[in-house]
């Protein structure tokens, strides 16, 4: 499993050093109210990738575990940032609830909005940021203790594979190559890895 583990380490610090790269990008950690529209959805695309790229790399992870009997759940603690990071001046404040099974429903972000029937009405140049950060803070969170995150992916794999449900369908990294060469790498690696991982699902249940 070194192999693997050091994969998965490398694509770890290959989607923080993104995350970092959408916050420097627009200065989010001068926690700005507001963002052109246009930045923003070039924002949200970026991290809709990191989301997905961090999803299969703990599912990866996730995969090879062995579980452990249940234990007493301790008192949550605050975990410190990776090395390095600087968040001193980075937003605070509650973040979305990352999915660590994707929604089925894509997020989408659109210049117009619907009205009523046969009508479009314009909506503001700026939008706030306020999902944006939010979003952030959550995949920071998972990047953060991705293996609590690993974890408890498992266990609910666990209870799939006790109901006999049909093993996850993981498709080909989509836009690999806006991701820069490393994380890209990544990206593309990861289908084929967890593809094989999943290949004893239904005999497993």
Not at 14 to 40: E, G, S, Y
């Given at each position: ?177 806006r991701l820069g060469p ?24």
């Amino acid at each position: 499993m070194t192999g693997i583990s050091d994969f998965i380490q490398m694509g770890l610090t290959q989607a923080d050093r993104a995350v970092q790269d959408v916050i420097a990008r627009d200065q989010l950690h001068l926690n700005p109210k507001t963002l052109p529209r246009a930045r923003q959805r070039k924002a949200n695309g970026r991290l809709k990738q990191i989301e997905t790229i961090l999803r299969r790399l703990i599912l990866l992870m996730a995969l090879a575990l062995k579980l452990p009997p249940p234990a007493p759940r301790p008192s949550a603690q605050p975990a410190d940032p990776p090395e390095g990071t600087d968040l001193a001046t980075f937003p605070s404040g509650p973040s979305c609830r990352f999915a660590l099974m994707p929604a089925r429903t894509p997020f989408l972000m659109a210049d117009m909005i619907p009205e009523r029937a046969g009508r479009l009405l314009p909506i503001s140049r700026d939008a706030s940021t306020r999902r944006l950060i939010s979003r952030i803070l959550a995949v920071r969170k998972i990047l953060r203790a991705p293996d609590a995150a690993a974890l408890r992916l498992a266990r609910i794999i666990d209870r799939l594979k006790a109901r006999q449900e049909p093993r996850p369908l993981v498709g080909a990294a989509s836009q690999a190559f806006r991701l820069g060469p490393e994380l890209g790498a990544v990206s593309t690696a990861l289908p084929g890895l967890i593809n094989a991982a999943l290949e004893t699902w239904e005999s497993s249940g």
